[in-house]
């Protein structure tokens, strides 16, 4: 309500709040990823304002009870829990957010779905195909609505490769290559985190950076076969707890792989954590009859586009679009043109396509990610493993 | 309190907050820097991790009720004013932040200072000298801490280059060059807006683009002396809100400068919004007897640095640095390496030093801008001003 | 003889020129790598002054009267010829320069070998393995000097990469990763030359690019197994001579394959022609234990290496180095610093190995291309086919 | 004459050279330039083929005669002299190159233009405006040809940008921002060379640099004004000869200055030689009313071209352009695209041009620099050390 003294007027701003929907949140994990969903929580109503629903957040659970509580106060959690079973019987709770290891994404996923929840989870959806295939079922049985972390689709300059292949301004397409390079294990001493234990993680390498399946997925179509690669340079790694014992290594350090379309195109994918130097290279080229597309993570808010045809023909050239103009994909939501995002508000976008689902009864696909791609990309991962393990191409069947 | 109940742990978040202080912030401003404000407010707590104090989103004011009444729901202030006078006598304001255009900083500041407040201002701190020296003495009078919002100080990169140059690394300096360039006005149908007008906006370019005298002080030193060049390339322009009629732009669009230090490096200073294809190019480049070190800010997380001396000689080159590692100036409270802070985090890390310092009573300078440092960018705003004027080299003199 | 003027002393040049030996050099092609192959002839001996020997340009030979003759008088040849046996015989040809089209490599460089001639011959050695074998057991047979024209060994960038490589700067090695992408037979119209044709040609893409499967020897160490996929996008072209008639289209227009290496290391290689925008785009990537390089012909002089070790830690980045200083390879013998070679004289250098090789009986190898390099290259090049054919990983067998 | 045996054709070259005809070549200096230019004389005629003539090299000239009889005999001339004065009187010599040091400019050149022999010179023409006027006297009045070597012009990235400049493609100029920075005199035990020395060189980074002021003129027009600075920070250096005594450095180590157009563009010049890591930077922007171009001599072929109108409004970016098509200048007479042309080359394009303009009674300008060109770029060197010295904006009058 507004007052008014002398020439000033002042007013309360609860009043109005009351029109904008809420939609509550129970997350799953603290860590890296629990972070980054959280700011994506927080940031997604002012940004994209008025936004479909403002994220209330309910619970956050984890296994370790200083930490998870802890990560309550600081994110703004109404409560914590230590497990995650105790959300799925909350009310308040309508979306259910997985942002925990890869081996706590079924069964909640899974239990999540039967308690009627929105999902978004975070990639890989599951360790294999055939986890990530009960989880489709269980959304689609439940009718909810369900995402797949990947959030790269999300990033501007991402957006707008995949409006210009789809608008045909590089015509049919011939190749598409893509490499996720970091660096971070390359130290032998590194220890043996859950991310190297196929138990927890699935796969090494190779599942962590599905992004890039996922990509080739998005921007060029369906793969029709793989040959592949896996690599494991160092066997036996200290183990956390214990540094002085080691233990074996069980996943990919990397995996290379060569992928033919349905659509004709070639090209490989390729991913490794023994880069030096490469702090988090996710990288892409598209190639077209009629021009080429590549992108950079490490750029992550320019896109570099060629086209044969030009008003000049001396002036062809990679166009190095920096994509932050409000007529770029998301940007008028954002800041004026050059003002970076960073790479956290990738999340932020994710979220708010995901909500106005929700609240607006939209699909999800197909600029978001469904399980239906985070199962597919499991599909491609496990025919990856295959081919690697038998030295032969292998077609992609769903 | 938590409760267990079988294996869980459940727990309330509320008992624990009471432990962080909380701060109350008055914010005048809604518009771009209003956002990027308001934003850093509500991301700082849980970036910065225990933060000093928590913002406390008290008021937001601006002219435009309907609008500042849309803010404070938007970024959750208390309530909003069409006056920003009645901020002064609201003792839960202890942090007032000047988000607002060139001509409402002096007046409030000093009455904020007044009122003992703490106070943020945006850059320009001011109009001119004489507007700058009143408010810095306001706040030396009063007592109170302030800064002035050169945030591109709180660059990763950008810190990563002072901390280098302060420690001898490129040895003695013989160069700065620095270039602020844009292209948005470049349209001469482009309106007559507040940035254009000297009564509201004091100067052009060069008062906009001041960032990058505040990093030739911050990273070289002070100036000695300024041989300069101003340019308006469109006299007359719409007027915003009768298009059909011009009004006369009688700001620069564009500044030329050459500079000689106290330490006997010599520069130039370039700003212009006349660059077609320059989103937000700010570049700097630093050389010295040892080393040279270059930055831009469409490459915000990256700083090149060039060692003569190295390991193996024919190995010499610039090196393209990710400063996205946790050993990076304030990259421990953000993402794991390669995961790119955007432009607004710059304010985050700003505004934690300047509640820190609040908090507990440290120094804002030497790695925040005081207003000190917005006086003396002004000084030397003026001094280019007089010697574009006059055809003349002008000495710098506080 | 010099005389004495005054104060001038005026000299007669041709007196000192016998003490330097001359080698007579019959060529064979006019066309791109004639001219190539010519002007090294023509820049080796003033560029490494004093040379071994002054290339004497004997006979070009080549099918086309006037081409040929042409292409005599313009580089300065004695004499020309439409058949390349007559200059067997010739006993002022001493080192035989094989440049023409891939099915004039074994006949010609058989016979010259039988002839007691040195050879260079460009890449690729032969269409296939079995005609590189028999051409390099009738140089092994005549005992004269071999080189094959892997070019690229060459540049000072990629010298400097294996000097870097092989003294352990980057430790043991993990990936290697090249691409050899170019955009010139995107257009469907684009005619059905010789490249294109299999009984010509040999191979496409694969043998021309070949560039890159003797880089990763070169670098890396011998390939241990390939898995690859071929693809030929443009199935039917028209006739150079009748465009108005369309014939198949018989090698590759692209290859992909997967390389894992002796040492344990592992990467891809890939070759197009169709990637619009990449005008000669080849590019390596290495990633060892304790660092990484990076190269690309479109910036020919420069290499990018990152050590995981400097002096700072906050200052690892990759070291972007313009490798001509005259400490880098060959640069001596150029320009000063920063005035940059072109591709062109990564053939000078290499025939100055060759002749220095030749007059000084030095080996070729390791540095130079050999017969042996040629004969490896074309056997990984079969391998690739028939893994692309088969679907299997295949093994490399000499 | 051809001769038949069976199915070949023979035949010697000598008979159809004599159609083609020679120009004979004086040559001034054997160093640096003497190599570069020497070194365009051999290339020329092959490259350009067929050429408007075929340099024939007569005499090269030096005062150190081991050296000059060695470059003689190095390079091909007929014959060595240790007095340039005995090729005025050479009625074979019909081009005068003067490649030599500042200070042996303006008495041969005087002397040559008397001789009628048509001057090639190498850059800055002249130690100073009074010099150089003296020089454009001498040729005007003897009706030769003559050019100044801004060689630069002849890059195909630098046509290229002229070109687009002058059909309109970036509209009206607004800025021109050039640097030239180099490294090589930053350790202060440098010895005191020619280069260091006003009496040798006129001036030091200024003068050597002001191929920056030529492109300036090149694509923008003619200055109006310029304000400047100029510095030597190493005061006194070690005599090259006596290494233990030191002299003074009478010549600026680096300038600045902000330069006014007569088209009301306005920008600055830079050069230094004390940018550790810029091994030879020479960089412009041009910006205008529909676009920007840049271009940097480090990456020679390339240039960067933003149109702000585009096909497609969200691929609006800097094109990088590969300047290296068979439509783009020059580069029919070369290589395929993507096959870099080397810094040498730039010289051949231009000798081309020259001999061209000779042979055939073309103009040297507007591509080519005149001795026009190389005065007033004199008269540009002596106002900024003029403003420079006064502290005063310096209005240009040639």
Known sequence: MAKKVGFVTMGETEAKR?????????MLGYAFMGKAHSNACKKMPYIFWPPPAIPKLITIAGRAEARVAEAAQRYGYKSYSTDWHSMMDDARIELFDNAGPNNMHEEPCV??????????CEKPLARNAAEAKKMLEAVKKAGVKHMCG???????????????????????????????LQEWIVDPEFPLIWRLDEKVAGSGALGDFSHIIDLARFLVGEPKSVSALTKTFIKERPLPDK??????????????????????????????????????????????????????????????????????????????????????????????QGHLLGWENTFVNQLHHFIDAIVND????????????????????????KSASLGKRMEIKY
Chains 1, 2, 3, 4 share one sequence.
């Open 243 to 336: 540094p002085d014992k080691r233990g074996k290594v069980t996943v990919d350090d990397a995996f290379e792989a060569i992928v033919e379309y349905e659509n004709g195109a070639v090209g490989t994918l390729e991913g490794s954590r023994f880069c030096p130097g490469r702090k988090n290279y996710e990288y892409f080229e598209v190639n077209g009859a009629k021009g080429s597309i590549f992108w950079n993570l490490e750029k992550l808010d320019e896109l570099d586009v060629y086209f044969d045809e030009e008003r000049y023909m001396e002036t062809k050239g990679f166009h190095k679009i920096s994509a932050t103009e409000s007529y770029h994909p998301f940007y008028d939501k954002w800041w004026p």
């Open 150 to 180: 990947f959030n790269y689709r999300f990033a501007p300059a991402v957006r707008l490769a995949k409006e210009l292949i789809d608008k045909g301004a590089i015509g049919q397409l011939y190749h598409f290559r893509a490499q996720y």
């Open 111 to 120: 239990a999540a779905a039967q308690a009627g929840k929105h999902i978004l």
């Open 362 to 385: 939209k699909e999800v696909a197909p600029y978001g990610a469904t399980f239906e791609d985070g199962y597919r990309a499991a599909v491609i991962c496990d025919a990856i493993l």
């Open 18 to 26: 009351g029109k904008i929907p809420e939609i509550g949140v129970g």
